[in-house]
């Protein structure tokens, strides 16, 4: 499985209808789990970005049509991180010239 980090930022919609984040919450965790994924933690934040979000899909791929199921209800505008365990990091840097 491949870790993403989500960094989300309220739409005027999002923010209008606050109230519903449980409920935006649980349909986003049906979005990751349709296409094989899960998320793994949600967090709202003080600073550029309200939510964080640590999601495992089993590639880009999928995470990619997880987020446009959750994008299309116009809450939240999104960036994606792709993250690498700290070993497959080290790895990476091994194979290095």
Known sequence: MQTYIILMKWTQAGIEKIKELPQRVES???????????L???YMTF??????AVVEAPSDK???????????GGAVSMETLKAFPEAEGY???????
């Open 62 to 72: 999928a995470i990619g049509k997880a987020l446009l199921i959750v994008g299309s």
């Open 47 to 52: 600073g550029r970005y309200d939510t964080i």
């Open 91 to 97: 790895e990476i840097i091994k194979g290095l010239p």
């Open 40 to 42: 793994k933690a949600f």
């Open 28 to 38: 986003a965790r049906n979005a990751f789990k349709s296409v094989g994924g899960e």
